[in-house]
């Protein structure tokens, strides 16, 4: 068996300078075109039906080859394993829902997963801990994305993938690795940890400055339940945990304070959430926090162990954790549903913030559509319009309504009540007034046009009451600029109509693909903390999807028919 130190040294460095380990393993290219002839006659034997990693070998051969990551190792250093094997793998493992344990075991023990990888049958496998190594040099860079490149250039070489048509895109939510905390919880488990890094680090400069009490305190993971003595009680608590770490930072801070230990991770952890949750009043004194004083939750840690994990709500699901947004095709019955595209964010980023990257990183691997299909989220009319104009993508989803009050209740006058001259910049109303103002006007990051009318006119018109509700204000509406304006007039009155409900029907397709990776792949919560690591696993389990699929779609085996029961036979009868 290959183990962990037998694939390289060690070598100190990585992130921050921090004393993060990395391998230094070089890789040697190798060639598994050819499955060893001996591993081929005991795989048929065995299973002569075929299974999925077997079918996807015939018809993909090698899908991730040494070279596709030659970038990733380098030229010197202690032969490493393949790394083309060890992608494979970990794609497995996740179509499987594996720990890395049982994954390695499975490479030992399981004659199917040998013919997909081309090993001999007497392969010792490898130590589990590699692939935790190689998963590391995935979150470096684009590594992770590479891997669904070549996944998606391998489908194309094989004719089972090609651009243009229709894809589909949504979203859901992750969980994050880590224990949801409140905000007592969090302020004190983040001094806990900082506690702990500095006894590692230092724990001479660190002892004067301990209190008997610390231990009872911090000594262990902080769990605090209902404080009897309502706010006050809360407060004086988060005080007096605020006044402990504050002697800390100011020691950190202080002349002669080394300053190494100001760079230990959970010290700078402990200096945010503390600029977070606590604030100084007049008279110098700490002070925590009010709810509605907090930042926004972008920028506040929810867990001293995942700065990234962030607290969210959307249609009444609130988590702490993150957004992975998937993209797969749907148009083509000849060919299987695959994923082109995912991206992790953290949780508070918006849908609509991903369509414009989404269709660059389609662009930039050759693979847009012709027909996006998403929802409302992810559109507006600059969106369509840009789609439309860069990319020459259309841009598929329903656009929000008018969401004036007219138009609510479906009285008066709203937009669409007014006729507007863009040549003379001129609107209108349904009493055959003209505008007397048109100019532009920014608001919530869009740039509109508004028109206003006269005050007299509006003030004497006798259908005011149908057109606004002011009673002293004239009547003004705020427009698109033209192009964007048409769009989203057009787009409201086609997505109204039976044709473009079919058209876009499609949609919920997406729906089901995040529900099997949610159910078979563990999509629901990271395995891991950080956003560069959580994507590694959503990569690896859009890779997973893409394999089961393949495999279900080359699959010829006739299906067995269910057989009925006997009410259901007698209740068809009586039907006929």
Not at 460 to 472: E, F, G, I, L
Request: aromatic share 6%; glycine share 8%; hydrophobic share 35%.
């Amino acid at each position: 068996m290959v183990t962990a130190g037998a694939v390289g040294g060690w070598l100190e460095g990585g992130r921050g300078g921090l004393g993060v380990r990395r391998w230094t393993v070089s890789m040697r290219p190798e060639s598994f075109q050819r499955i060893p002839a001996e591993t081929v006659r005991t795989a048929r034997a065995a299973c002569p039906k075929g299974t999925p990693v077997m079918r996807m070998r015939d018809r993909l051969d090698v899908v991730f080859a040494d070279g596709d990551f030659s970038d990733l190792y380098p030229a010197d250093g202690r032969p490493g394993l393949s790394p083309g094997q060890l992608a494979l793998v970990s794609v497995l493992q996740f179509a499987e829902n594996l720990s890395d344990r049982q994954a390695a075991d499975a490479v030992r023990t399981r004659i199917d997963w040998k013919y997909g990888l081309g090993l001999e049958l007497d392969d010792p496998g490898f130590d589990y801990s590699v692939l935790c190594e190689f998963r590391a040099r995935l979150a470096e860079g684009d590594a992770a994305d590479r891997l669904l490149r070549v996944m998606l250039q391998r489908l194309v070489e094989a004719g089972l993938l090609k651009a243009g048509g229709r894809q589909r895109t949504d979203s859901t939510h992750v969980l994050a690795a880590v224990r949801n905390l409140g905000r007592l919880e969090l302020v004190g488990e983040s001094l806990r940890a900082a506690l702990e890094d500095l006894a590692e680090a230092d724990e001479q400069w660190l002892v004067p400055l301990l209190e008997p009490e610390w231990g009872k305190r911090y000594g262990r993971r902080v769990e605090i339940g209902k404080i009897p003595g309502g706010k006050p009680a809360v407060a004086a608590l988060a005080e007096t945990i605020g006044r402990d770490g504050q002697k800390i930072l100011t020691a950190l801070w202080a002349q002669g304070a080394p300053v190494r230990l100001r760079l230990l991770p959970q010290v700078d952890i402990l200096r945010r959430v503390w600029a977070h949750q606590y604030h100084w009043d007049p008279r110098g004194r700490l002070r925590w926090r009010e709810g509605s004083a907090l930042p926004p939750a972008s920028l506040r840690f929810d867990s001293p162990y995942d700065t990234d994990a962030h607290y969210c709500v959307k249609r009444g699901t609130a988590w702490r954790g993150y957004r992975v947004h998937v993209t797969e095709t749907c148009d083509d019955p000849d060919r299987p549903n695959v994923v082109v595209h995912v991206a992790t964010t953290i949780a508070t980023v918006q849908d609509g913030e991903l369509t414009d990257r989404i269709h660059q990183d389609l662009a930039g691997q050759a693979m847009l559509p012709g027909e996006h299909v998403v929802d409302s989220a992810y559109v507006t009319a600059g969106k369509i319009e840009r789609a439309r104009r860069v990319h020459h993508v259309e841009l598929l989803g329903p656009l929000d309504v008018d969401h004036s009050h007219q138009a609510r209740a479906r009285q008066g006058f709203d937009k669409s009540s007014f006729t507007i001259d863009w040549d003379k910049q001129e609107a209108i109303c349904p009493q055959g007034h003209l505008s007397t103002g048109w100019g532009p006007m920014h608001s919530g990051g869009y740039e509109y046009i508004q028109i206003g009318f006269d005050r007299a006119t509006c003030l004497a018109c006798p259908v005011r009451p149908q057109c606004t509700n002011s009673a002293v204000y004239p009547r003004s509406i705020a427009l698109l600029p033209r192009p964007l304006h048409e769009i989203q007039t057009r787009n409201r009155l086609d997505q109204a109509t039976e044709q473009w409900q079919r058209r876009y029907a499609i949609r919920a397709g997406i729906e089901s693909t995040l529900s099997e990776n949610v159910r078979a792949h563990g999509l629901r919560r990271t395995r891991y903390r950080g956003v560069r690591e959580t994507h590694v696993q959503h990569v690896l389990t859009a890779l997973a999807c893409n394999v089961t699929r393949i495999a279900d779609w080359l699959d010829t085996t006739p299906r067995a028919h269910r057989r009925a029961t006997r009410l259901h036979t007698l209740c068809a009868s009586v039907t006929t």
